[in-house]
């Protein structure tokens, strides 16, 4: 069997429509809950990951605001101001797009105000294997690849104790 990259384009783009067909059949029509503004750092193009994330954050009731892949530090800073997110999720895989991450937390530390800041969680392959640096930076890696994890992750930042009780009940089912 012969396989090109052409055939994981399509294939890409199969995915990306099958999760934003899930995301909308389960998406939960709350328009009160918490805000999360999503982005793959400026020069990443992995973003199947994060649009699972979105999805099943969608499903949890969560106002999700998804930017895309490859999205500069100046745009991500827009979305934030204009949304007012409880949380902002990044996503990084490649080695090369980790500055990306360091310049978005940068713009947005230097541009709002540190009670207007939200907790910025990283997922992606690069948050298993730098979680110390992006923890230096300010940020909370996501040191699982599996989807569920991050957004356990968003909900323990939104509410801590909720999410221990999830956690736990999640474990015991």
């Known amino acids: 069997m012969v396989s090109c ?3 994981e384009k399509e294939v890409s783009e199969l995915v990306r429509d099958l999760i934003a067909d899930l995301s909308l059949r389960h998406a939960r029509t709350l328009t009160d809950g918490p805000v999360l ?8 193009r992995h973003e199947l990951g994060l ?20 999205v500069a530090p100046r745009f991500l800073l827009e979305a934030v101001q204009l949304h007012r997110p409880k949380v902002i999720l990044l996503s990084v895989k490649l080695a090369k797009n980790l500055p990306g991450v360091k310049d978005a937390i940068d713009v ?3 541009e ?15 948050a298993i294997e730098q979680p110390e640096m992006l923890r230096a930076w300010g940020a ?6 599996h ?14 104790s909720a999410a ?8 015991r089912n």
Do not use: F
Request: glycine share 10%.
């Open 140 to 145: 909370i890696p996501v040191t699982s690849t």
């Open 164 to 171: 221990v009780i999830t956690s736990a009940e999640e474990r």
């Open 37 to 44: 503004v999503a982005a793959c750092v400026e020069g990443e």
């Open 108 to 110: 947005l530390s230097t």
């Open 5 to 7: 990259v052409g055939q």
């Open 51 to 70: 649009r699972m994330v979105c999805g099943l954050c969608r499903a949890e009731g969560y106002a999700v605001h998804y930017l895309g892949a490859d």
């Open 112 to 126: 709002l105000s540190s009670e207007h800041l939200p907790p910025i969680v990283v997922g992606g392959q690069l």
């Open 147 to 160: 989807p569920a994890v991050a957004v356990t992750a968003v909900r323990e930042v939104i509410q801590p």
